[in-house]
């Protein structure tokens, strides 16, 4: 596919002409308009295609958008399949943007985007019809969860047709006990007596005896495709009552035979020319002369549509065809066993004319076909690239894996290729050797030797880029001194106008700083990876590398820097559009959790909504589980501590180690959620799963597990205080201070000097306890971008806010407390702590009141909080409910009223 969609799939197949018409089905199909799916199931030949196509061509097209999509078996997988789907419906509901961004971003929606896709659907104004041609081609199981979700979420102005050779593995019962399901099968589809004889009549020119059409219904028992060649075998006989008895057995046979008799009336040319082209899944003239050797196809084609023999249109100009699926199968066979030595031959001039005219996905289907495996090798290393850039790795996985390993292992483009999806599937260990393949097969040319791959930039940069590779699977083994070997090594084999490769090397480099907690370096390397991916016109790869510098600028403690750059990003990205919606997404998620942190929950709702529209399914799933993350941050800061953690469950299956340290592992973010619930013996548990003990030495890739172990024995201490776990605790947070410390992690320390405080107030030694929160203030000038990790400490640091506000660190605490406190208590048997004196504002809509009194129109306050104008008009319409006032100058007096600004 490689960028490019087959428009041919999406168009409603022609009526041939005389088609007969069969009322009793057009009125099966209106009952279609109250189902959920209707279902048209028979074996090959029993007209369904047909049977939709005149229903549509019939129906009224006011008030109904038709989306139609004929399957073949490359639709077979995830990434085809949807993306085909959404662009059928992008065609049938004009003026769906989001769609659109689907099709070009998300070509494999998961349920987020599939719901979006749905709610995107519910908004067009018309009935939509979505029909599945040939739908028994897909067996993937990944497809199939996909349909049960998008059927079972249907609105009521969306339907699905499905025709298919056999009952998809579907859950039709239910749906058929629900009355939610139309079923149009064989029994339904056979021709009548009296639709038997019509059909004969006007199909030979002649009315038969009623004896002879009686022998033909019962011999052929109404299946339409043996009746239709029946009829075209009959044609210009003197002796039709003879030729009827001479046929008899199985439907297969039966086709065999009549399909042997229509093509012996044919002349030797046209035999010839259908045997020849029948190894094609789709006709166009210059293809069929390259493939047959003739000059003749384009007129060949017109005259076999003339014939109706069994060939069917694909567009509106009449450019490219198709055999009907009974008839091709029967001639593919014919081909193979008279002539198997000629089916290779046939495949590859196919894959000759697809490569010369730059469809590499079909060039490749027929290389592959002729057992060409050098060949197909070859197209898909020339591929590479474009592979990479349209986010088909699923394509190129799919390829790799008809050919055979020794076809493989020799192509260093194409083994490094292969181990890296096994990496970014959550191989690392079976990805390991194929990089040893792609290292030896550079080594055995020898300097100076021609190289007998495909010359593309991808072999020249591979050294390089192996070295990168490997740096990876040492970061996704937690070998953070391995990470930066290769990094470095990457670093050195990369030339200096190799931006990509330098980008990548400096980019593990700076993974491998920041797995040690060495931010400050962290942040240095990975700045200069950003630039190196922008000039080299990564622009993706660029913008989600901005996400991890928010990471690390919200370790620094410089949250609304994090902020800031992840602004100033998506703006950059929502300016390219579709081509960068991975990152976008990905930038979206980011700005939510920064969200969360604030007290912002409807821009955090907000954003991961967009994000849901973008969602990638390509084989990296880091935006994927990190979505999944953000929304149980968010369900837990709305009181939906359950939900948060089904959440993570979610992102827990969607995780795989690969190319960022795991500084906060899922199970242990759960592990905080089950000690604020009071859900004491399942974080124990945890405990012992990780091996977190605070006798252990301080490591910035456990800070996280640590910190989080020592809320679990605060929480035990205030059920049965142990003073001995107790003081083991402030030992382990002293050593992660100065760890801490020394490395610049501002915002470590920070949620250290918190822990520290409420550590010393449970012992008893409040002074001491709001000393260590004023330390804690004083190390992070920003403390209102990490509100939310003071508030989920629940009443306890409430208390100790409180007092601050009394002691010196008022300003800093008053702004916290303005942030709110979770809707839902924190801790088991507490009591809902009351709301602070500025009412129920968030910290994010003190601001924007303050900015209100000021000269600032909504778009400049926009600007410099770094958000959208419409989350601003969001924040100010909740301001004015809560004030209880109408407009802007009101809001404003009414604030200085209750002392709020």
């Not at 340290?661 to 089950?674: E, F, H, L, M």
């Amino acid at each position: 596919m490689t960028g490019a969609l087959l428009a041919t799939k999406l168009y409603v197949p022609k009526l041939r002409r005389g088609l007969l018409a069969r009322p009793r089905l057009m009125t099966r199909m209106e009952g279609a308009a109250d189902a959920r799916l209707t279902l048209v199931s028979a074996p090959a030949g029993f007209g369904k295609t047909t049977l939709l196509a005149t229903w549509l061509h019939q129906a009224p097209a006011a008030g109904r958008c038709i989306a139609w999509l004929s399957l073949d078996a490359a639709d077979n997988e995830p990434t085809s399949f949807w993306t085909y789907v959404v662009s059928a419906l992008n065609g049938a509901v004009p003026g769906r943007g989001t769609l659109l961004e689907l099709l070009e971003s998300t070509p494999v929606p998961t349920e987020l985007a599939l719901t979006t896709l749905l709610n995107d659907l519910a908004a067009a104004p018309d009935e939509v019809w979505l029909v599945l041609d040939d739908y028994h081609l897909i067996g993937d199981h990944e497809v199939g969860r996909g349909i049960v979700f998008l059927l079972e979420h249907l609105p009521p102005n969306v339907h699905v047709v499905l025709s298919t050779r056999a009952d998809p593995d579907l859950p039709l019962a239910r749906w058929r006990a629900r009355g939610e399901l139309v079923e149009i099968r064989a029994a339904d589809l056979r021709f009548t007596s009296e639709e038997t004889a019509a059909y004969l009549t006007e199909a030979i020119g002649q009315e038969l005896a009623a004896e002879d059409v009686e022998a033909l219904e019962e011999r052929t028992e109404g299946w339409i495709a043996a009746l239709q060649l029946a009829a075209l075998s009959l044609r210009g006989r003197s002796d039709v009552s003879g030729f009827i008895t001479r046929f008899a057995g199985d439907d297969r046979y039966i086709v065999d035979y009549l399909i042997e008799e229509v093509l012996a009336q044919l002349p030797d040319a046209v035999r010839d020319f259908l045997r020849q082209s029948a190894i094609l899944d789709r006709l166009t003239g210059p293809l069929c002369d390259a493939v047959t050797g003739r000059e003749d196809g384009s007129e060949m084609i017109l005259a076999l549509e003339r014939a109706n023999l069994f060939i069917v249109a694909l567009d509106d100009r009449r450019e490219w065809y198709r055999y009907h699926h009974l008839f091709a199968d029967v001639l593919r066979a014919r081909v193979l066993s008279e002539q198997p030595d000629q089916v290779p031959l046939l495949h590859q001039r196919a894959s000759q004319w697809y490569e010369r005219h730059g469809l590499t996905e079909d060039a490749v289907t027929h290389a592959l076909a002729a057992r060409d495996f050098d060949r197909a090798a070859h197209l898909m290393e020339l591929a590479v690239s474009a592979i990479r850039r349209h986010r088909q790795e699923a394509v190129m996985y799919r390829w790799l894996k008809a050919l055979p390993d020794d076809t493989v292992r020799p192509s260093p483009v194409l083994s490094l290729f292969y181990g890296s999806m096994l990496m970014a599937s959550g191989d690392p260990s079976g990805a390991e050797p194929w990089l040893d393949d792609a290292e030896r097969a550079l080594a055995a040319i020898p300097e100076g030797a021609a190289a007998p791959w495909a010359k593309t930039r991808d072999l020249l940069t591979l050294p390089s880029t192996i070295a990168m590779y490997r740096a990876a699977l040492a970061q996704a083994r937690g070998n953070v001194a391995g990470t930066a070997e290769h990094a470095r090594r990457a670093l050195d084999l990369a030339g200096p106008d190799d931006h990509l490769a330098r980008g990548g090397a400096a980019g593990f480099l700076g993974f491998a700083a920041w797995a040690t907690g060495d931010v400050s370096s962290a942040l240095e390397t990975f700045t200069q990876a950003v630039a190196s991916l922008h000039a080299a016109g990564s622009l993706v790869d660029g913008l989600s590398g901005t996400v991890v510098l928010g990471d690390l600028w919200l370790v620094a403690g410089q949250p609304n820097k994090a902020r800031r750059l992840c602004t100033q990003a998506l703006a950059l990205a929502e300016a390219h559009g579709a081509p960068v919606a991975r990152a976008t997404a990905e930038l979206h998620v980011a700005l939510s959790e920064l969200d969360v942190e604030v007290g912002d929950l409807e821009s955090a709702k907000h954003h991961l909504g967009t994000a849901a529209a973008l969602a990638d399914r390509s084989p990296m799933t880091e935006s994927r589980y990190r979505w999944f993350v953000a929304k149980g941050l968010l369900a837990r800061a709305d009181g939906d501590p359950e939900g948060a953690v089904q959440l993570l469950n979610q992102a827990e299956q969607l995780y795989r180690p690969g190319f960022f340290p795991n500084v906060r592992p899922i199970a242990t973010i759960k592990a905080r959620i089950w000690i604020a619930q009071g859900k004491l013996p399942e974080a124990a548990d945890w405990a012992r799963e990780r091996k977190v003990s605070v006798t252990d030495d301080a490591s910035y890739l456990s800070e996280f597990d640590h910190l989080t172990l020592v809320r679990l024995l605060l929480a035990q201490y205030r059920v049965r205080p142990d003073i001995g776990e107790i003081a083991q605790a402030a030992r382990m947070l002293d050593r992660l201070h100065e760890a801490a410390e020394a490395s610049g992690r501002a915002g470590s320390v920070l949620e250290i000097r918190l822990l520290q405080a409420l550590v010393r107030d449970a012992q008893g030694d409040r002074p001491q306890a709001l000393d260590s929160l004023a330390q804690a203030f004083a190390h992070a000038p920003e403390p209102e971008g990490y509100a939310r990790i003071f508030l989920d400490e629940g009443p306890p640091m409430v208390s100790l806010l409180r007092d601050a506000e009394q002691v010196g660190a008022g300003d800093q605490a008053r702004r916290l407390l303005g942030v709110g406190v979770p809707p839902k208590a924190q801790a088991p048997n507490s009591q809902r702590v009351a709301e602070p004196a500025s009412g129920s504002l968030s910290d994010r809509e003190l601001q924007v009141l303050r900015l209100l009194d000021s000269e600032l129109t909504g778009p400049e306050i926009a600007r410099e909080l770094f958000v959208s104008h419409n989350t601003v008009r969001t924040h100010t319409k909740h301001i004015f409910t809560k004030l209880d006032v109408t407009n802007r100058r009101a809001a404003v007096v009414r604030a200085r009223e209750h002392g709020l600004i």
